[in-house]
């Protein structure tokens, strides 16, 4: 019995070529951003810029850090608002995800599709001795209170670290980022440090 082998060739071109011609694949027609190596699979009906990705070798992902201080904007205990702050994207690992524009230390998401982000985020902060400082996600800016973390600044050289782990729906065009409260006084807060990353979460 003789094998036979076949060669399967997709349809490529850069995601600007991509995006300019804009084609409808056929149903289960898949079609490959050759700059990215990106793919999506058609269904028939849809415009290549309106489907989603499908298993995307490169991820959506970003990180944004920061490591001087910065003083929090004043607010009224218990009161969650975002750090003011404007961080650094590492540039050289991000896909899909960029420095924030209505917060810059958040997370925006540029793929052009609805994603779920898993997002991880780190703060050290002081504010007045013996202050329970709190942070949380924030999408668009409206906090998610179940990813509340708290610490305890007591005084010189012990800073409240706060960290917290979700995974977030994010919408394209929409920003991911941190809030932050003192729970204990009025008190200013002086962020001392803060990293948020994220990475697409595939079903």
């Given at each position: 019995?003789?094998?036979?082998?076949?060669?399967?060739?997709?349809?490529?071109?850069?995601?600007?070529?991509?995006?300019a011609a804009n084609p409808v694949l056929l149903l289960r027609e898949f079609g490959i951003e050759t700059d990215t190596r990106r793919m999506k699979m058609g269904d028939g009906t849809t415009?290549?810029?309106?489907?989603?990705?499908?298993?995307?070798?490169?991820?959506?992902?970003?990180?944004?850090?920061?490591?001087?201080?910065?003083?929090?904007?004043?607010?009224?205990?218990?009161?969650?608002?975002?750090?003011?702050?404007?961080?650094?994207?590492?540039?050289?690992?991000?896909?899909?995800?960029?420095?924030?524009?209505?917060?810059?230390?958040?997370?925006?998401?540029?793929?052009?599709?609805?994603?779920?982000?898993?997002?991880?985020?780190?703060?050290?902060?002081?504010?007045?001795?013996?202050?329970?400082?709190?942070?949380?996600?924030?999408?668009?800016?409206?906090?998610?209170?179940?990813?509340?973390?708290?610490?305890?600044?007591?005084?010189?050289?012990?800073?409240?670290?706060?960290?917290?782990?979700?995974?977030?729906?994010?919408?394209?065009?929409?920003?991911?980022?941190?809030?932050?409260?003192?729970?204990?006084?009025?008190?200013?807060?002086?962020?001392?440090?803060?990293?948020?990353?994220?990475?697409?979460?595939?079903?």
């Amino acid at each position: 019995m003789s094998e036979r082998i076949t060669r399967l060739r997709m349809r490529g071109g850069t995601a600007a070529e991509w995006t300019a011609a804009n084609p409808v694949l056929l149903l289960r027609e898949f079609g490959i951003e050759t700059d990215t190596r990106r793919m999506k699979m058609g269904d028939g009906t849809t415009a290549w810029t309106a489907l989603p990705y499908f298993l995307a070798a490169s991820d959506a992902r970003g990180q944004v850090s920061r490591v001087t201080t910065q003083q929090l904007p004043a607010a009224a205990q218990n009161v969650f608002r975002a750090t003011g702050a404007v961080g650094t994207l590492d540039s050289a690992t991000a896909v899909g995800l960029t420095l924030g524009t209505t917060d810059q230390m958040a997370l925006r998401n540029t793929s052009g599709a609805a994603m779920l982000v898993r997002v991880s985020a780190a703060i050290e902060a002081v504010a007045g001795n013996n202050n329970v400082l709190a942070m949380r996600l924030a999408v668009d800016g409206v906090s998610i209170a179940a990813t509340e973390s708290r610490g305890l600044h007591g005084g010189s050289g012990a800073d409240a670290k706060m960290a917290t782990d979700w995974i977030v729906s994010l919408a394209a065009g929409s920003e991911v980022g941190m809030v932050v409260a003192n729970t204990s006084s009025s008190a200013d807060i002086t962020l001392q440090r803060a990293r948020i990353s994220a990475v697409q979460v595939q079903l």
